[in-house]
């Protein structure tokens, strides 16, 4: 199992499209998530290759980040 896999039966469960799907993460373990996910977007704390693999990369968790990425895609 693994967060992609997860994500993946969510959407599945409530009908929605993963291309509509946008997820973070910062580390290793969000790899299979960003395959999956529409939209994949790094913290700017996360590793060097982690980033290379997102579409977008934001501030640190420390530095409003995830506000600043829920902003730039329109969900706050």
Do not use: S, Y
């Not at 929605?16 to 395959?35: K, L, Q, R, S, Y």
């Not at 990369?57 to 995830?66: K, M």
């Amino acid at each position: 199992m693994h967060k992609g896999a997860a994500i993946l039966a969510i959407l599945g469960h409530l009908g929605i499209d993963p291309a509509d799907a946008i997820g973070v993460g910062d580390n290793w373990n969000d790899v299979e998530m960003f395959e999956v996910c529409g939209t994949a977007i790094a913290m700017g704390n996360a590793a060097d290759g982690v980033k290379a693999l997102a579409d977008q990369v934001t501030a640190g968790i420390d530095d409003d980040g995830i506000w600043n990425a829920f902003e730039r895609n329109g969900l706050i």
